[in-house]
């Protein structure tokens, strides 16, 4: 049996008859599970997906759904043997199908294999030619299946543009004119496509309309982005004009397959950012190739113009890639010297909101904060003189990430968030406006304001519909894990096993988006304890969570919880003050809790001093992900073991 994707979801037999999956939730539930790619899917998120306001009996119809797949992919089945194909696996169900079975994943292989060697073009023609229409093209209405569309098409169009790159490169390829005009009169942002189609019509012999194309291509970047064409599309021409009878192989300094240059448009380099997961990994890494390739030009304005155009949304004050955006820093104070005082204020502007987002505040200290929270506030002015709103709403970006200098800021943030969602609903930036949301949903969390935190929760999720912003949801459905830990403390609440596998389940789906390591090290494990500290348990000592950053803090708890009582003082006496990020005050609260069971008067106090501006928030709750519970709790205990001393 094979399923096929690339098109409506569809599976069919060896002998190609059609399996009959059932009604569309079955075929959703189906493609669901296509789209974890082996992986288990928890029963809550697949509700989730499946419902946007779930019926009261959402689980019970699931299992129904599941029964009559099982029975359509697996027929044969003997009753009671366990299933093969649609397994059930921990909180959830997964698909066990190999790869080469799932057009997708065919798909996504044979890009790959393409990518490092030519011999596998066959393989990549073959795959570009199973696609039947977009995506999951019958699952309409859910966010999912929004999400994973516009990831394959991405694929799809980097696929179409490779094939034709590998022909060229071979040799042929004169046949392709009117496959690459078709794509870059639908696709005219994609710059690497225009080269493609002026060395298509060279190989057909017909320079003049080669010199064209690129013309054409130049006026487009122009005028409907305001960007000149990049070193390639220049190199081709100048090519073209010399009479050459050859062009080589292009050159290019993007990798993972999206060969750009470093004048990219800004359209592109916003779809691949915002696609979340691989897409995200790659367009970070690849922008800091094309910044390195613009400096190397000598260009001021053109290396300004490059690390600028990266405005994408920034929301976690822990960066994925901590030595890939102090490079970006670097390069963004040295072309500011470049520009001097009086350079353009738009690219001082850009440049000085690029240094404080790339300036995570939990991986800065001293000068360096400084300096970050300086770049935020000229950024500001400087997009306020101007009055361009999509400007304004990146330097509030930066803004909101250098606004962590100490506990107890959350109302000071909420303030930030509003002015960003006002400007970007006024102005339909949406995807500042699903910021502003989410800024907005962490402050009233920190503020233990879960109703109207949970307000913006939805709305954020009716925004990420058509911004195709992919990691709302896996947010929200921390968030919604952080509300049911929180109730589980309460009278008649949830029990305490309920919440943690709701936060399994979002920890789950925050896998799902690809390696993020500024926001996923340590998340759950720090979840779990907050939610043992909620009941008044000891910290989880299973060695195989993973405490990431938060180490240094989490460990003299976990040293308690094994009875380790010296080794925890020791650990707790080498604990550095908290970052001044996201966490802190839930750090602080860990500090305040461990030195009071130690009776560590010294570090109690310290721990006191700094949550004192924060007693009337709760600790964790400024994530937005999890929480510790009110911090007025642990500033309690730090104090009386303070005044012990």
């Given at each position: 049996?094979?399923?096929?994707?690339?098109?409506?979801?569809?599976?069919?037999?060896?002998?190609?008859?059609?399996?009959?999956?059932?009604?569309?939730?079955?075929?959703?539930?189906?493609?669901?599970?296509?789209?974890?790619?082996?992986?288990?899917?928890?029963?809550?998120?697949?509700?989730?997906?499946?419902?946007?306001?779930?019926?009261?009996?959402?689980?019970?119809?699931?299992?129904?759904?599941?029964?009559?797949?099982?029975?359509?992919?697996?027929?044969?089945?003997?009753?009671?043997?366990?299933?093969?194909?649609l397994v059930t696996e921990g909180p959830?169900?997964?698909?066990?199908?190999?790869?080469?079975?799932?057009?997708?994943?065919?798909?996504?292989?044979?890009?790959?294999?393409?990518?490092?060697?030519?011999?596998?073009?066959?393989?990549?023609?073959?795959?570009?030619?199973?696609?039947?229409?977009?995506?999951?093209?019958?699952?309409?209405?859910?966010?999912?299946?929004?999400?994973?569309?516009?990831?394959?098409?991405?694929?799809?169009?980097?696929?179409?543009?490779?094939?034709?790159?590998?022909?060229?490169?071979?040799?042929?390829?004169?046949?392709?004119?009117?496959?690459?005009?078709?794509?870059?009169?639908?696709?005219?942002?994609?710059?690497?496509?225009?080269?493609?189609?002026?060395?298509?019509?060279?190989?057909?012999?017909?320079?003049?309309?080669?010199?064209?194309?690129?013309?054409?291509?130049?006026?487009?970047?122009?005028?409907?982005?305001?960007?000149?064409?990049?070193?390639?599309?220049?190199?081709?021409?100048?090519?073209?004009?010399?009479?050459?009878?050859?062009?080589?192989?292009?050159?290019?300094?993007?990798?993972?397959?999206?060969?750009?240059?470093?004048?990219?448009?800004?359209?592109?380099?916003?779809?691949?950012?915002?696609?979340?997961?691989?897409?995200?990994?790659?367009?970070?890494?690849?922008?800091?190739?094309?910044?390195?390739?613009?400096?190397?030009?000598?260009?001021?304005?053109?290396?300004?113009?490059?690390?600028?155009?990266?405005?994408?949304?920034?929301?976690?004050?822990?960066?994925?890639?901590?030595?890939?955006?102090?490079?970006?820093?670097?390069?963004?104070?040295?072309?500011?010297?470049?520009?001097?005082?009086?350079?353009?204020?738009?690219?001082?502007?850009?440049?000085?909101?690029?240094?404080?987002?790339?300036?995570?505040?939990?991986?800065?200290?001293?000068?360096?904060?400084?300096?970050?929270?300086?770049?935020?506030?000229?950024?500001?002015?400087?997009?306020?003189?101007?009055?361009?709103?999509?400007?304004?709403?990146?330097?509030?970006?930066?803004?909101?990430?250098?606004?962590?200098?100490?506990?107890?800021l959350a109302a000071a943030r909420d303030?930030?968030?509003?002015?960003?969602?006002?400007?970007?609903?006024?102005?339909?930036?949406?995807?500042?406006?699903?910021?502003?949301?989410?800024?907005?949903?962490?402050?009233?969390s920190a503020l233990g304001d879960l109703?109207?935190?949970?307000?913006?929760?939805?709305?954020?999720?009716?925004?990420?519909?058509?911004?195709?912003?992919?990691?709302?949801?896996?947010?929200?459905?921390?968030?919604?894990?952080?509300?049911?830990?929180?109730?589980?403390?309460?009278?008649?609440?949830?029990?305490?096993?309920?919440?943690?596998?709701?936060?399994?389940?979002?920890?789950?789906?925050?896998?799902?988006?690809?390696?993020?390591?500024?926001?996923?090290?340590?998340?759950?494990?720090?979840?779990?304890?907050?939610?043992?500290?909620?009941?008044?348990?000891?910290?989880?000592?299973?060695?195989?969570?993973?405490?990431?950053?938060?180490?240094?803090?989490?460990?003299?708890?976990?040293?308690?919880?094994?009875?380790?009582?010296?080794?925890?003082?020791?650990?707790?006496?080498?604990?550095?003050?908290?970052?001044?990020?996201?966490?802190?005050?839930?750090?602080?609260?860990?500090?305040?809790?461990?030195?009071?069971?130690?009776?560590?008067?010294?570090?109690?106090?310290?721990?006191?001093?700094?949550?004192?501006?924060?007693?009337?928030?709760?600790?964790?709750?400024?994530?937005?992900?999890?929480?510790?519970?009110?911090?007025?709790?642990?500033?309690?205990?730090?104090?009386?073991?303070?005044?012990?001393?």
């Amino acid at each position: 049996m094979r399923i096929d994707v690339l098109g409506a979801v569809r599976a069919l037999r060896a002998d190609g008859t059609p399996v009959d999956l059932g009604g569309p939730r079955h075929r959703e539930v189906l493609a669901r599970l296509v789209a974890a790619g082996g992986r288990m899917v928890a029963t809550d998120t697949l509700v989730a997906d499946l419902w946007a306001e779930p019926p009261v009996r959402a689980v019970g119809a699931l299992r129904t759904f599941v029964a009559a797949l099982r029975r359509a992919v697996e027929p044969g089945r003997p009753p009671r043997t366990p299933p093969r194909v649609l397994v059930t696996e921990g909180p959830g169900y997964a698909l066990r199908l190999p790869r080469d079975q799932v057009d997708a994943h065919r798909f996504e292989d044979a890009l790959a294999r393409a990518r490092r060697t030519p011999e596998a073009l066959p393989d990549l023609e073959a795959a570009l030619a199973a696609w039947r229409g977009p995506a999951y093209a019958d699952v309409t209405g859910s966010l999912w299946a929004q999400r994973e569309r516009a990831r394959l098409e991405e694929l799809r169009l980097e696929g179409i543009e490779l094939r034709a790159r590998l022909l060229l490169d071979s040799g042929a390829g004169a046949e392709l004119v009117a496959e690459l005009g078709a794509h870059v009169t639908e696709h005219p942002w994609r710059e690497p496509a225009w080269g493609l189609l002026a060395r298509a019509l060279h190989r057909a012999g017909r320079q003049a309309d080669a010199l064209a194309t690129l013309r054409r291509a130049r006026t487009m970047l122009v005028q409907q982005l305001g960007l000149d064409p990049g070193a390639e599309l220049r190199r081709l021409e100048a090519d073209i004009l010399h009479g050459a009878t050859t062009l080589p192989p292009a050159r290019t300094v993007w990798t993972a397959g999206v060969r750009l240059g470093p004048r990219t448009t800004v359209e592109l380099a916003r779809t691949l950012a915002l696609a979340g997961g691989d897409a995200l990994v790659h367009s970070r890494r690849d922008r800091l190739a094309a910044v390195q390739a613009a400096e190397r030009t000598g260009d001021i304005a053109l290396t300004a113009r490059v690390i600028g155009a990266y405005d994408v949304p920034a929301l976690w004050s822990r960066a994925d890639d901590p030595e890939q955006s102090r490079a970006v820093v670097a390069a963004a104070e040295r072309t500011l010297t470049a520009l001097g005082t009086d350079g353009p204020a738009e690219l001082r502007a850009r440049l000085l909101a690029t240094v404080a987002v790339e300036s995570r505040s939990a991986d800065l200290s001293g000068t360096a904060s400084e300096r970050a929270g300086r770049a935020a506030r000229e950024a500001e002015a400087l997009a306020r003189e101007l009055g361009d709103p999509a400007l304004l709403v990146f330097a509030l970006n930066g803004v909101f990430l250098q606004s962590f200098t100490r506990p107890g800021l959350a109302a000071a943030r909420d303030v930030i968030g509003a002015k960003i969602l006002e400007l970007a609903t006024r102005h339909a930036l949406p995807n500042f406006a699903v910021l502003g949301r989410l800024v907005r949903l962490q402050s009233a969390s920190a503020l233990g304001d879960l109703d109207a935190a949970s307000a913006h929760a939805r709305a954020a999720e009716r925004l990420a519909v058509s911004t195709e912003a992919s990691l709302v949801p896996v947010l929200t459905g921390w968030f919604r894990a952080r509300v049911t830990a929180a109730r589980s403390a309460e009278p008649g609440g949830p029990t305490a096993a309920t919440a943690a596998a709701h936060y399994r389940a979002a920890e789950d789906a925050l896998a799902g988006t690809a390696s993020m390591p500024g926001l996923h090290r340590g998340l759950f494990a720090l979840a779990l304890l907050g939610l043992r500290l909620l009941h008044d348990r000891p910290a989880p000592t299973d060695p195989a969570l993973d405490w990431g950053p938060y180490r240094p803090w989490t460990q003299p708890l976990v040293l308690l919880a094994r009875n380790r009582v010296e080794e925890a003082r020791t650990t707790l006496a080498a604990a550095p003050e908290p970052p001044l990020d996201h966490m802190q005050e839930a750090l602080w609260c860990l500090t305040a809790h461990a030195a009071a069971r130690l009776g560590e008067h010294r570090a109690a106090a310290r721990a006191a001093t700094a949550l004192r501006t924060a007693r009337t928030e709760h600790a964790g709750g400024a994530s937005g992900l999890l929480t510790l519970g009110p911090v007025a709790r642990y500033l309690k205990e730090a104090e009386k073991c303070a005044a012990q001393g």
